[in-house]
T-cell receptor
Framework: DVKVTQSSRYLVKRTGEKVFLECVQD?????MFWYRQDPGLGLRLIYF???????EKGDIPEGYSVSREKKERFSLILESASTNQTSMYLC????????????FGPGTRLTVT | GQQLNQSPQSMFIQEGEDVSMNCTSS?????WLWYKQDPGEGPVLLIA?????ELTSNGRLTAQFGITRKDSFLNISASIPSDVGIYFC???????????????FGQGTILTVHP
């Protein structure tokens, strides 16, 4: 069974803290994505990666960075968390040429106080 | 960038009723996907459509790829309580070059089913 796991389901951090969200997939997919989900706004792409050490900005990259040192792992970093980064964060992966189906993790609900 | 607009934003229905929702874009999409997100989980693919005019079913779900390629529809027949969740349409943006499997998502339709 295909699997995308995220390091935490719930996370509470303070303003200004550095936050790491980890995502691991076991499907040997080349492409991995980080989205944030907010009510009424759907899923918005923050960053994606198409290979180890390769990354591209999505639609809302400001305030975020990413790291992909191994094929199966894609990390989202909030350098200095702010309250407007309180959101649900979803990781997904897909195979190039795989018909666009993205496989999602269960999400991390991050609250920044 | 390309945007997808879903309608309605939310629906409250009785168990057994049929449900219709749609997704529209100002630009053409070559593939339409419908995802469902159960409460507390990540989205899961329900149906993928690859050809204009295509009608595809998955159990009680039926989706159609609009003939103009600018819209898609999802119908659920005889709803049950486990149909509760958020339904998203999605499609690959036509940005040229390699897409790497990127998708644009609609805002979602929240479905509530009363027993």
């Amino acid at each position: 069974d295909v699997k995308v796991t995220q390091s935490s389901r719930y996370l509470v951090k303070r303003t200004g803290e550095k936050v790491f969200l980890e995502c691991v997939q076991d499907m040997d997919h080349e492409n991995m994505f980080w989205y944030r989900q907010d009510p009424g706004l759907g899923l918005r792409l923050i960053y994606f990666s198409y290979d180890v050490k390769m990354k591209e900005k999505g639609d809302i990259p400001e305030g975020y960075s990413v790291s992909r040192e191994k094929k199966e792992r894609f990390s989202l970093i909030l350098e200095s968390a702010s309250t407007n980064q309180t959101s649900m964060y979803l990781c997904a992966s897909t195979q190039t040429g795989g018909g666009y189906e993205q496989y999602f993790g269960p999400g991390t609900r991050l609250t920044v106080t | 960038g390309q945007q997808l607009n879903q309608s309605p934003q939310s629906m409250f229905i009785q168990e057994g009723e049929d449900v219709s929702m749609n997704c529209t874009s100002s630009s053409i999409f070559n593939t339409w996907l419908w995802y469902k997100q159960d409460p507390g989980e990540g989205p899961v693919l329900l149906i993928a459509l690859y050809k204009a005019g295509e009608l595809t079913s998955n159990g009680r779900l039926t989706a159609q790829f609009g003939i103009t390629r600018k819209d898609s529809f999802l119908n659920i027949s005889a709803s049950i309580p486990s149909d509760v969740g958020i339904y998203f349409c999605a499609g690959p943006p036509n940005a040229g070059g390699t897409s790497y499997g990127k998708l644009t998502f609609g805002q979602g339709t929240i479905l509530t089913v009363h027993p």
